[in-house]
Each structure stands twice: as C-alpha cells, then as structure tokens.
C-alpha cells in the first residue's frame, strides 16, 4: 500500500478533535446524568446512580415530559408520513415544467431560508385572526412541514436528478399506464432514498423548537417541554432527560440506516435479470 | 419555425397531460406552503401597521411600529450584533467544514469509511438542539471541565468567568449546531468532483497547496455558498440559542422579536420581522450572485 503522506495524519488528527468537538459534551450529560443523589450539574461525580433516571418517572420533579414525549412522538410519525407523500408527489410533479414550477421552486427555497420564528409568528398571528386555537396538531404540524417539506423536496430533486429515464419509457413501451409506471417502476426504484425523506421528516420535526414555540397551544411538545425546565431545573434531572431523549434520537438514526442498507441490498440483489429470460 | 409547432396533436395532448398531472401533485405542496408560509408571511406584513395598547392590537396603517423601531438606538446595536454573530459563525464552520469536508472527500480512500465518517459528522444533525445546548454547561460553567483543566495545568489561578453565559459561549453553541450545514454541501460538491482533474495538476507539477487552491476550491464554490446561505440565515434567524448560551445577557434580532411576542405585542413584533426578513433576503440574495443554486442538485 502507499505510504500515507504527513497531511493525511495532521487531517485525520483535526478530524478527530472535531468529532470530539461534536461528541464531547453529549458524552459528558450522558456521564453526568448518572451522578449521585447529592451531585450537581459539574464535575466531579458525587457517587454513581440512576437516581435522576428515576425523578423522570415523578410528576413533581419534571412535570409532563412522558406526555409531551407522546405528543412530540405523534406529531413526528404525522410529519413524517405527511413529508414522504407530498414529498414524492412533488419530486414527480418537478421532473415536468408546469404551470408555476419556478414560482414554486423559489417558496420552496425560501420556506427553507426564513427565520423560523417568523412562521411561528405568522401562524400564531393568522389563527389568532381567524378565532381558531392553536394546537400542536393543526398549527404545530402545519409550522414544522414548512421545515420538512423542503428538505424532503430536496432529496427528491436529487433522486430524480439521477434517475435513469429508459427504465419508465421501458415500461411504458410495454404498456403500462402512467400509475402503473409509477407504482411498479419508479416507486420501487427511489424506495430507499424515502428512507432518508422518512428520517428527516420524523427527527426534524421531534427535535422541532422555534417553528412549535407559538404553535403547539397549551400542550407542550418535548422540546419546549425541556427548554421550560432550562429555566426552573437545577439538578442533573435534566442531563437524564436529555440523555434519553438523545439515546432514542440516535435508535431512531440507527433504525432508519439499518433500513436504509437492508434495501440497498435487497435492490442489488433483485436488480436486474438480465440475460436470465431467454436461455 | 417555432420549437413544437411541428408536434402532432397527439404529442402536443400528452405534454399537456404531463403539464396538468404535475399541477395536481404539486398542489399538497402549494397548499401547505400557501397557509403555513405565505399567508402567514403576509399576516406579518399586515399586522407591522397595526397598532397596539398593552393588552390588545387592532387594524389600523400606521408607521409607528417602524418609526419606533428605526429611531431606537437598541435596534441598530442589536442588528449589528447579529452580522457579527452571523460572520464570526460563517468564518468558524467554513474553516472547520472545509477542512473535515476536504478530508472525506479526498484523504479517505475507501468509499465504506467515507460513508461511516460522513454519517459520524451528520447524526448529530438529527439529535435536539436544546439538549446540544445544555450539553456545554459542564463544559464551560464555573466549576466546569475547561475552568477545572486551565486551573490544575496552571493557565490560571481563578477560573473564567466568561466561558458559559457570553459571546464566546454562543458563537461557540452556533459552530457547534450548524457546521454541519457546511461539511455536507461542500462534502457533496467535493465528490463530484473529476479526480483526474487533480492527478492532472499533480502530474503537471503542482504541490499540494497549489492543487487546493487552484483546482479544489474553485470547483467546490458552489458546495461552499450552499452551506454558507444555511448558515448565515439559521444564525441571524436564531433567538433561542443567543437566549440560552448568552443566559440572557445579549441580544440578537429574533430575541427582540420573541420579547416583543411575550410581552403581546405582535405589531411591534412584526415590525421587526419584516425588517429581519428584508435583511436575510438581501444577505441571501447577495449571495446567490456567486451561484446558480438549481444546477447544483
């Protein structure tokens, strides 16, 4: 093998310190978070427990976490799900120039770009016009897909940008209709890239702030739930609760990339039969 | 002639069905972004010339909402503020996202390891920037892991107090959310682009330094400005980093904002947004002078 040369080391080194830069402080709430019953919120452990794990499970000590935990759960499967469709269904419409696409491309774009707390303003302002009350499952959900729906766009704008076109006009030769192309050609084609629509869908809108924060009414999502406690919890309860907030994040990453390889593979596998027709 | 006026009726049907079918899947999209973005955006406008008592706002056209906000000194202090929040974080995540972005794409030779490490530097993306935030604490507190290092190594006899709760904290919590946004654009750009395109510089006698400069960034604009319109716009756009890192001793526009929507008072509010929207459209706008971002996809 080539011998590496030094810039690869002092590069690989940088790349180190910065994946500690990233990692570093969640890994240190996470130590944190098993301190005794008399530690604080800084080093150094005061005896080792699960007592804070424990306090998640008493209303006094933290409040609805488990319920805003639910919450935050539901509207991310919502998001997600609402994310994937419109998502696919725009991509499709985008592979076409129709009536309004550029219009369309730029609102998308800017729905990415605009400071979040303008769409929380603006939705709190608008059902406050129209009398309506604000709930985390009309103006929250509606506030967190102008955040999922472009990314989700984006990917798609990817997927289809590499698409190759002959395996739909293969099918259409053959007579399929334009549904049938879509449902047995394409679908099955960019299915593990929805995947990856799913994931941001779900986790952009769990760990959603700003875009809920005028939105969500009286019942808490879990962010806002935790940045509450920011305010009035001083003990290392709140290190727990992160914790376990960032563990599930990280099963739920881990869920979706071992879906994401699972059909890779089964793609690669049943791929092509070519030359196995007609022998 | 004119391009298509030689279809048949027949072509000219289909495209017209393809037009029409791509409307209507385009439609879930319009109408989301019609009621959750435009229309709200429209609301803020509108309300910016309303006016308001200390309980309750009304519609009315009235410049006193901006009239206050441009004659008060605050606001130019706080506008200033978040430019400079926004360059210093431009300058920290560019340096650093290149640095980790040119790493993957070109000193990682294996494709497997070029995935894991680039999925390593994004899941963070995907966990809660609250919990990233309170994550410092024992980082950078009083009593925390920094203070306790510089003292027991003998940097310094008492510990620092500006290293939780200042500027240095939330420019830092600002590198730490969004370089991300910079290492996956730029990363992507990196990996388009031709190798040979470098083998050729080097056969051609250029050093490492000369390849970076003279084949490397220059392809990899685009990827850089990407990241660098996310970036810039998440940070002059933030309010709740600036609230929790600077533990509300300093002040950013979306701050001003969320105040104003605290104490109720939306027009004022709203004032301010149209001003902070303006600003991050020209920021932005500026910005795309140096790339076509829809050939970038």
Same mark, same amino acid.
């Given at each position: ?14 790349f180190g310190l910065f994946l500690l830069f990233l990692y570093g402080p969640t890994i240190t709430i996470a130590i944190l ?21 424990? &306090? ?83 103006? #929250? ?31 259409? &030769? ?21 995947? #990856? ?45 992160g914790t376990?907030?960032t563990a599930?994040s990280f099963?739920?990453v881990? #869920? ?20 196995? #027709?007609?022998? | ?15 017209? %069905? ?17 009621? =959750? ?45 978040? =430019? ?12 650093i996202?290149?640095?980790v ?15 894991v490490l680039?999925l390593l530097c994004t899941i963070p993306f995907w966990t809660s920037?609250?919990i990233r935030?309170i994550s410092w604490?024992p980082f950078? %507190?009083?009593?925390?892991i ?29 590198v730490h959310l969004?370089t991300l946004?910079?290492v ?52 002059? %756009? ?8 600077? %533990? ?50």
């Amino acid at each position: 093998m080539e011998k590496r040369p030094l810039s690869f080391y002092i590069l690989a080194g940088f790349f180190g310190l910065f994946l500690l830069f990233l990692y570093g402080p969640t890994i240190t709430i996470a130590i944190l978070s098993f301190q005794g019953p008399q530690g604080g919120l800084t080093f150094p452990m005061n005896g080792v427990s699960t007592h804070w794990f424990a &306090d998640l499970f008493e209303q006094q000590a933290v409040g609805d976490i488990w319920g805003s935990f639910g919450r935050s759960f539901a509207l991310g499967l919502m998001v997600m799900v609402t994310t994937v469709v419109f998502s696919v269904m725009g991509g499709l419409a985008f592979r076409v120039r129709f009536p309004g696409s550029t219009i369309l491309f730029y609102v998308v774009i800017a729905s990415l770009v605009i400071p979040s707390i303008l769409i929380s303003l603006g939705v709190g302002l608008i059902f406050n016009q129209l009398g309506w009350d604000v709930h985390w499952w009309t103006s #929250g959900f509606g506030s967190q897909l102008t955040w999922t729906l472009p990314f989700g766009l984006l990917i798609m704008f990817a997927v289809f940008n590499r698409f190759d076109k002959s395996y739909e006009e293969a099918a259409r &030769d053959q007579g399929a209709s334009s549904w049938q192309t879509v449902r047995y050609v394409i679908l099955p084609i960019i299915a593990p890239s929805l995947i #990856g629509v799913a994931l941001f869908g779900f986790t952009l809108s769990y760990d959603e702030f700003a875009r809920t924060l005028l939105t969500a009414g009286s019942y808490n999502t879990l962010p806002l739930e935790i940045f509450g406690m920011t305010t009035n919890v001083t003990t290392p309860v709140i290190y727990a609760l992160g914790t376990l907030t960032t563990a599930f994040s990280f099963l739920i990453v881990g #869920g979706f990339l071992v879906a994401a390889i699972l059909a890779n593979r089964r793609r690669a596998r049943q791929a092509s039969d070519a030359g196995k #027709g007609m022998v | 002639m004119k391009a298509g006026a030689n279809l048949s009726s027949a072509e000219r049907r289909a495209r017209f %069905g393809a037009g029409l079918s791509a409307l209507l899947l385009a439609t879930p999209i319009w109408a989301v972004l019609l009621f =959750f973005l435009l229309l709200p955006i429209a609301m803020i406008v509108a309300v910016s010339f309303w006016t308001a008592t200390e309980w309750s706002f009304h519609p009315d056209f009235s410049l006193e909402n901006y009239e206050f906000l441009f004659g008060s000194p605050v606001t130019y202090s706080v506008f200033l503020k978040t =430019f400079i929040y926004a360059g210093l974080t431009w300058i920290f995540t560019l340096l650093i996202g290149f640095t980790v972005a040119n790493f993957l794409a070109f000193h990682v030779q294996s494709l497997t390891w070029q995935i894991v490490l680039f999925l390593l530097c994004t899941i963070p993306f995907w966990t809660s920037n609250i919990i990233r935030m309170i994550s410092w604490i024992p980082f950078l %507190g009083r009593n925390g892991i920094a203070n306790q290092a510089l003292i027991s190594w003998g940097v310094i006899d008492e510990p620092l107090e500006w290293l939780l709760f200042s500027d240095f904290a939330v420019v830092l919590a600002f590198v730490h959310l969004y370089t991300l946004f910079m290492v996956v654009p730029i990363f992507n750009t990196m990996m388009r682009i031709d190798k040979s395109l470098i083998e050729a510089a080097r056969d051609a006698g250029a050093s490492g330094l000369q390849i970076l400069t003279n084949v490397i960034i220059p392809l990899t604009k685009p990827g850089i400005m990407i990241g660098s319109i996310f970036v810039v716009t998440l940070v002059m %756009g933030d309010f709740i980093t600036v609230r929790f890192m600077s %533990g509300s001793q300093e002040a950013n526009v979306g701050r001003l904002i969320s105040n104003d929507v605290g104490l109720l008072q939306y027009p004022s509010a709203s004032a301010t947004a149209v001003v902070l929207l303006l600003t991050v459209l020209i920021t932005i706008a500026i910005m795309l002078r140096f790339v076509d971002i829809r050939k970038e996809l």
